[in-house]
Protein backbone atom coordinates (compact mmCIF):
# COMPACT_ATOMS: atom_id res chain seq x y z
CA UNK A 1 0.00 0.00 0.00
CA UNK A 2 3.01 2.02 0.81
CA UNK A 3 4.03 1.96 -2.84
CA UNK A 4 0.77 2.32 -4.33
CA UNK A 5 0.70 5.84 -2.10
CA UNK A 6 4.15 6.63 -3.58
CA UNK A 7 3.09 5.87 -7.51
CA UNK A 8 0.22 8.21 -6.36
CA UNK A 9 1.97 11.17 -4.96
CA UNK A 10 4.78 10.86 -7.86
CA UNK A 11 2.36 10.67 -10.95
CA UNK A 12 0.58 14.04 -9.45
CA UNK A 13 3.34 15.77 -8.75
CA UNK A 14 4.30 14.80 -12.36
CA UNK A 15 1.13 16.08 -13.72
CA UNK A 16 1.19 19.44 -11.83
CA UNK A 17 4.65 20.41 -13.61
CA UNK A 18 3.94 19.66 -16.98
CA UNK A 19 4.11 22.38 -19.42
CA UNK A 20 1.80 23.53 -22.07
CA UNK A 21 3.31 24.53 -25.21
CA UNK A 22 1.05 25.41 -28.34
CA UNK A 23 3.82 25.54 -30.48
CA UNK A 24 2.00 25.65 -33.73
CA UNK A 25 0.20 29.58 -32.55
CA UNK A 26 3.92 30.76 -33.74
CA UNK A 27 4.79 29.11 -36.96
CA UNK A 28 3.31 32.18 -38.88
CA UNK A 29 3.60 36.04 -37.50
CA UNK A 30 5.43 39.31 -36.86
CA UNK A 31 7.70 38.74 -33.58
CA UNK A 32 10.45 40.43 -31.52
CA UNK A 33 13.28 39.50 -30.12
CA UNK A 34 15.36 41.04 -27.46
CA UNK A 35 18.79 40.25 -26.14
CA UNK A 36 22.07 42.01 -25.12
CA UNK A 37 25.71 42.24 -26.54
CA UNK A 38 27.98 44.33 -24.73
CA UNK A 39 25.50 45.57 -21.95
CA UNK A 40 23.43 46.86 -24.82
CA UNK A 41 19.86 45.50 -25.30
CA UNK A 42 19.57 44.63 -29.15
CA UNK A 43 15.87 44.17 -30.75
CA UNK A 44 15.37 41.52 -33.32
CA UNK A 45 11.74 41.79 -35.49
CA UNK A 46 11.41 38.90 -37.96
CA UNK A 47 8.02 37.76 -39.83
CA UNK A 48 7.67 34.06 -40.26
CA UNK A 49 5.12 32.10 -42.76
CA UNK A 50 5.54 28.38 -42.28
CA UNK A 51 8.86 28.09 -44.38
CA UNK A 52 10.31 31.16 -44.54
CA UNK A 53 11.57 33.90 -42.54
CA UNK A 54 12.46 37.62 -42.77
CA UNK A 55 14.75 38.93 -39.85
CA UNK A 56 15.52 42.78 -39.77
CA UNK A 57 18.53 43.28 -38.15
CA UNK A 58 18.85 47.46 -37.65
CA UNK A 59 19.14 48.07 -41.60
CA UNK A 60 19.82 44.59 -42.64
CA UNK A 61 17.33 42.29 -43.80
CA UNK A 62 18.03 38.48 -43.82
CA UNK A 63 15.92 35.76 -45.61
CA UNK A 64 15.95 32.56 -43.93
CA UNK A 65 14.53 29.35 -44.57
CA UNK A 66 12.58 27.45 -41.86
CA UNK A 67 12.68 23.54 -41.34
CA UNK A 68 9.43 22.30 -39.16
CA UNK A 69 11.04 18.74 -37.20
CA UNK A 70 7.61 18.98 -35.13
CA UNK A 71 5.33 21.60 -33.68
CA UNK A 72 8.12 22.57 -31.47
CA UNK A 73 11.42 22.27 -33.44
CA UNK A 74 12.81 24.08 -36.13
CA UNK A 75 15.82 24.71 -38.26
CA UNK A 76 16.93 27.78 -39.65
CA UNK A 77 19.07 28.42 -42.64
CA UNK A 78 20.18 31.69 -44.71
CA UNK A 79 18.72 31.51 -47.89
CA UNK A 80 21.75 33.90 -49.22
CA UNK A 81 24.88 33.70 -46.46
CA UNK A 82 27.47 36.35 -46.92
CA UNK A 83 29.65 35.36 -44.16
CA UNK A 84 30.66 31.95 -42.73
CA UNK A 85 28.12 32.14 -39.61
CA UNK A 86 25.23 32.69 -41.62
CA UNK A 87 26.24 29.40 -43.25
CA UNK A 88 25.92 27.84 -40.39
CA UNK A 89 21.88 26.08 -39.57
CA UNK A 90 20.74 26.57 -36.38
CA UNK A 91 18.26 24.33 -34.11
CA UNK A 92 15.42 25.72 -31.95
CA UNK A 93 13.87 23.68 -29.38
CA UNK A 94 10.31 25.98 -28.20
CA UNK A 95 10.27 25.35 -24.35
CA UNK A 96 7.03 26.96 -23.03
CA UNK A 97 4.90 29.27 -24.30
CA UNK A 98 2.26 31.81 -23.24
CA UNK A 99 -0.55 33.36 -25.07
CA UNK A 100 1.76 35.94 -27.04
CA UNK A 101 5.36 34.59 -26.29
CA UNK A 102 7.47 31.54 -26.24
CA UNK A 103 10.59 30.38 -24.62
CA UNK A 104 13.27 28.77 -26.42
CA UNK A 105 16.39 27.41 -26.29
CA UNK A 106 19.13 26.79 -29.75
CA UNK A 107 22.01 25.96 -30.88
CA UNK A 108 24.29 26.06 -33.82
CA UNK A 109 24.18 22.23 -35.27
CA UNK A 110 27.34 20.38 -35.51
CA UNK A 111 28.85 23.12 -33.03
CA UNK A 112 32.37 21.30 -31.80
CA UNK A 113 31.33 23.46 -28.29
CA UNK A 114 27.97 22.34 -28.19
CA UNK A 115 26.85 25.62 -27.06
CA UNK A 116 23.18 27.00 -26.36
CA UNK A 117 21.20 30.01 -25.96
CA UNK A 118 17.96 30.92 -24.14
CA UNK A 119 15.42 33.59 -25.06
CA UNK A 120 11.75 34.96 -25.05
CA UNK A 121 10.13 35.95 -28.25
CA UNK A 122 7.29 37.62 -28.68
CA UNK A 123 4.62 37.73 -31.12
CA UNK A 124 3.42 41.00 -32.04
CA UNK A 125 0.85 40.62 -34.56
Known sequence: ??????????FLFNSCYQVERNCSDFKNGS???K???NGKTITTTFTRQDNLEIDYHGK???SVAVHWINDCEYVLKT??????SQKKAVHIKILTT???TYTFESKIINDQQKRTSRG???KIN
Open 1 to 10: MKYAYLILVA
Open 31 to 33: FEY
Open 35 to 37: YEV
Open 60 to 62: HID
Open 79 to 84: INPKTQ
Open 98 to 100: TAN
Open 120 to 122: TVT
